[in-house]
């Protein structure tokens, strides 16, 4: 979604702020500008359509000097992608300001700013929060001030910040539903949607809270919160790399993301598992009297997260005896549920901040949820810090809008919190010893499967011309069949539907001819003869067909069938195993395509707004 960066420095700040607007490009965004307050005080700006590169080239061509800067990448919701659209808006010449999220009542606002006098330029929502605040100034408040009864009249979500040339040391913030944090620096602070676009100058960081506005300057930093108090937000270090954000010896970040997921799994196992003792801890303080108290589990997600937890519903009942339920997010969000005593809301997400995502968490606690638990590779997002509970996966920053080890790096979460719940409930010790002993091999047993990539990139090469897939998985594997789909549609445009193959005779089967590649995942599991039918009700119809299938499983390729062959691995581990060569599949298929990989057409990494 739309990106934010802004400084308060000493030194010029246009070259950091694109920067920072670079490393946010995997976001997602359609145009981008930037404001600074130059040597004679006076506001100036540049604003392209199209990509940050542009807005570089045009800043190279016309520098733009100041200390006091803020930049933003927009991706349209009111007002088509347009240069006039793109931020910062400007009031009376010396107002700017950045936003990200919707304005809910802009138009009531336009139309009594007219009232006042004032001019609009653009379609967006945006404008009117620059008009507000130069209009609130006029009674001689404060920048902080006049922000502070700005925000109180908007409606919606927002995470917004304003400059004024007239007072050019300090920008405000302000943030309600959509995040932002602040960058400490010496003799300079920054601020951004995303840390991700300040490592370049910063390691240090605060999160701001829902409501908070922040007054920042060179040398200070003061939260106020919904209230208007003073409050502290406290600044931790952050444990990302600076070279998160480079895409190394690879071609796409969506590939080196695929080719780290041993390394991730590691690190996100690493003081976890002690020998084969799970450190129930690492989920928070009083994590085990939390679980002891479980009855139900209704996990929450949405995209590829969602999918995750449709594996976990498997492993909760069958490993942990426990009742479980998933639901979309903006689904679960809008409609009445029925909340089960001593139930636990698990929310799984890679950002930690999906609008929806958010609500949904929010509502479960309203409505009567005894616990909470996120799943998250955020650390201090809003999903974590709302939640009672969190695990933290440790998959490092994903750039690529299609989610790769964020999704794995859950799932090995999702099956630590299946034995610290079954602990307390059916699983007996050696079964908890088993799984922990499968979830160790995992990272080796993946670089195994990634040794598969050239085979698979031969394969994709018959996806070319195709404008339909079938994924077909049984058990476990079915979530990871929609995964499968889930990425060959993100980013190669070919529809792709997964379903259980036990479904196929109850419609898809009216698809099959040979212009329907058919993707079928096949562990040696005790659903394989089952699925061997599957495969026959395919061939019958004269389906071509692509098995992952497990060495063991009696696979072999033919006229109607190419089989690859995925080393064998413990039943509970497969559904994290089989993951890889479908990822590898939806790229290899895309390169061939040669669409937009990393930011693929119409999506972004983080949804936050509805
Ligand atoms: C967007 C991304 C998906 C992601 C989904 C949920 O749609 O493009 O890759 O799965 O959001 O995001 P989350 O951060 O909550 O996992």
Redesign the pocket.
């Known amino acids: 979604m739309c990106g934010i960066v802004g400084a308060v420095a000493q030194r010029d700040v246009a070259e950091i702020l694109v920067e920072g607007l670079r490393r946010l490009e995997y976001r997602g965004y359609d145009s981008a500008g930037i404001a600074t307050i130059d040597q004679q005080n006076l506001l100036v700006s540049a604003k392209r359509l199209g990509k940050v590169q542009e807005l570089a080239q045009a800043l190279q061509d016309s520098p733009l000097s100041g200390g006091t800067g803020i930049a933003h990448t927009r991706r349209a919701t009111h007002g088509a992608p347009s240069e006039v659209n793109a931020h910062p808006h400007l009031s009376s010449g010396n107002i700017a300001v950045v936003h990200n999220g919707i304005i809910e009542n802009h138009e009531a606002l336009r139309n009594l700013l007219k009232g006042f006098g004032y001019e609009f330029v653009s379609q967006t929502d945006t404008e009117v929060i620059a008009h507000l605040v130069h209009h609130e100034l006029k009674t001689g408040d404060t920048l902080l001030a006049a922000v502070q009864k700005t925000v109180q009249q908007l409606e919606g979500a927002y995470g917004t910040v304003v400059m004024d040339s007239t007072d050019k040391d300090r920008i405000i913030v302000a943030r309600s539903g959509s995040p932002l944090v602040i960058g400490y620096g010496l003799g300079e602070n920054f601020i951004a949607s995303d840390m991700m676009a300040l490592l370049p100058v910063t390691r240090k960081f605060a999160f701001l809270e829902e409501g908070d506005v922040a007054e920042v300057t060179r040398f200070d930093v003061n939260v106020y919160d919904i209230n208007g108090d003073s409050v502290e937000r406290e600044a931790k270090e952050a444990s990302v790399n600076h070279d998160s954000g480079d895409k190394g010896e690879y071609r796409h970040y969506m590939l080196k993301e695929t080719y780290e997921q041993p390394t991730a799994i590691r690190n996100t196992l690493e003081g976890r598992l002690t020998g084969t003792e799970l450190n129930i801890e690492t989920f928070g303080n009083g994590a085990d009297d939390i679980f002891k108290n479980v009855e139900h589990v209704q996990i929450i997600?949405?995209?590829?997260?969602y999918h995750s937890g449709m594996v976990a519903r498997y492993w909760l009942e069958e490993l942990a005896g426990i009742s479980c339920n998933i639901e979309i997010a903006s689904e679960f969000r809008y409609r009445k549920s029925f909340v089960p005593k001593n139930s636990m809301i698990v929310t799984?997400?890679?950002?930690?901040?999906?609008a929806d995502?958010l609500a949904a968490l929010r509502l479960a606690k309203e409505i009567g949820y005894t616990s909470s638990l996120s799943i998250c590779n955020v650390p201090g997002s809003s999903l974590v810090r709302e939640s009672d509970l969190s695990f933290m996966t440790k998959a490092g920053a994903e750039i690529g809008?299609?989610?790769t080890k964020?999704f794995t790096t859950q799932l090995v979460g999702l099956l630590m919190m299946t034995l610290a719940i079954g602990k307390h409930h059916s699983m007996p010790l050696v079964q908890q010893e088993s799984i922990a002993k499968s979830l160790l091999t995992l990272p080796n047993k993946l670089e195994e499967v990634l040794a598969l990539a050239s085979s698979i990139e031969d394969l994709a090469e018959d996806f070319a011309d195709k404008q339909h897939a079938l994924f077909l998985g049984r058990g476990d594997q079915y979530p990871i069949a929609m995964e499968g789909a889930l990425k060959l549609k993100e980013i190669s445009y070919i529809h792709a539907e997964a379903y259980a193959a036990g479904e196929l005779k109850h419609g898809p089967l009216a698809l099959i001819d040979a212009e329907m590649p058919v993707i079928v995942v096949a562990p040696k599991n005790d659903l394989i003869e089952k699925l061997k039918s599957n495969v026959e009700e395919v061939r019958a119809r004269g389906g071509l067909m692509y098995v992952f299938a497990d060495v063991d499983a009696n696979f072999l390729s033919d006229d109607t069938m190419k089989v690859i062959n995925v080393p064998h691995c413990d039943d509970i581990i497969a559904p994290i195993v089989y993951t890889l060569p479908l990822q590898l599949l939806s790229y290899y298929v895309a390169i061939i395509k040669g669409t937009d990989v990393d930011q693929p057409r119409n999506?972004?990494?983080?949804?936050t707004v509805e």
Not at 301 to 305: D, E, H, L, Q, V
């Open positions: 997600a949405c995209g590829t997260s799984l997400s890679q950002s930690g901040e999906t995502t809008v299609a989610s964020a999506l972004a990494k983080s949804v």
